[in-house]
């Protein structure tokens, strides 16, 4: 909370809250984002951008390492966290009918355990779930260890993580059945204000640009978009979509 403060507070005295103060805010937000595209970090991909891994195992290693750099704060913001990912669940008419969810990317499970409160029954993979984890199991989001239609739908917010999209769509369409659901909260875009921080893996012009590729990839109708508005830093928009015949 204090930290919230002091950089409300920073952002206030640096740019004013006039409109050309929030102007030279994105401004500024901009020529960060075009300085790590520039870095060599990444590499664009037409509307897509992906950062650069020596291989697959360098990637895996990089965002397993995570969870251990940010265990600290995430404590400090886990309710708040649980609180509004029960708000974005509550609103969402088709996973609440949704029997059982798994969570790709679920790290200490909070999602999972956001799900349960509704009712559902939830289970989630994640590179690193840490030790003793109740809610999530160690597994890789290309791979997924579970049975062909064995879920009523997926629940993820890591499409910025992922290594290799085409595999991720595949296997979300294997483990459920016609008929049923991929929800994906997703960040905004890179030129519409969004900043990759130290783990994104992968980011997308804008989240048309993200929705395009999915429904490329994979045998989807979309059938909700919705502004989940800010979540502290960043804006989130939710995507619901139904799996069809292929
Ligand atoms: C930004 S965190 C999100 C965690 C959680 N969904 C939440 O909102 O609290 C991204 C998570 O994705 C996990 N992850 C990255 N690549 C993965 C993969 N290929 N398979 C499974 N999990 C992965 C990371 O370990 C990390 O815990």
Request: aromatic share 8%; charged share 30%.
């Amino acid at each position: 909370m204090l930290k919230k403060i002091l950089k409300r507070t920073r952002n206030i005295l640096r740019y004013g809250l006039s409109e050309e103060g929030r102007a030279r805010k994105r401004a500024d937000k901009a020529a960060a984002r075009d300085k790590r595209f520039e870095s060599g970090l990444w590499e664009r991909d037409g509307e897509l951008a992906r950062r650069k891994y020596g291989s697959y195992e360098e990637y895996v290693e990089h965002q397993a390492a995570k969870l251990d750099n940010i265990v600290h704060r995430l404590e400090e913001t886990r309710s708040d966290d649980y609180a509004d990912f029960v708000r974005r669940f509550e609103g969402c008419a088709g996973l609440r009918k949704s029997r059982n969810v798994l969570c790709l990317g679920a790290r200490l499970g909070t999602e999972v355990q956001a799900m349960h409160s509704l009712g559902l029954f939830a289970i989630g993979i994640d590179l690193n779930p840490g030790p003793d984890n109740l809610y999530v199991v160690k597994g890789d989001f290309h791979a997924i260890q579970f049975p062909d239609a064995s879920v009523d739908a997926v629940y993820t917010n890591v499409f910025d993580h992922v290594y290799d999209m085409g595999k991720m769509i595949a296997e979300i369409e294997r483990i459920i059945p016609v008929g049923g659901l991929l929800v994906a909260d997703v960040l905004k875009g890179f030129e519409e204000g969004f900043v990759p921080g130290a783990y994104e893996a992968t980011h997308w012009k804008n989240v048309d640009a993200l929705l395009t590729e999915i429904l490329r990839l994979g045998h989807f109708d979309l059938l909700e978009r919705r502004d989940l508005g800010q979540v502290r830093r960043d804006h989130w928009i939710q995507l619901v979509l139904q799996k069809r015949q292929a």
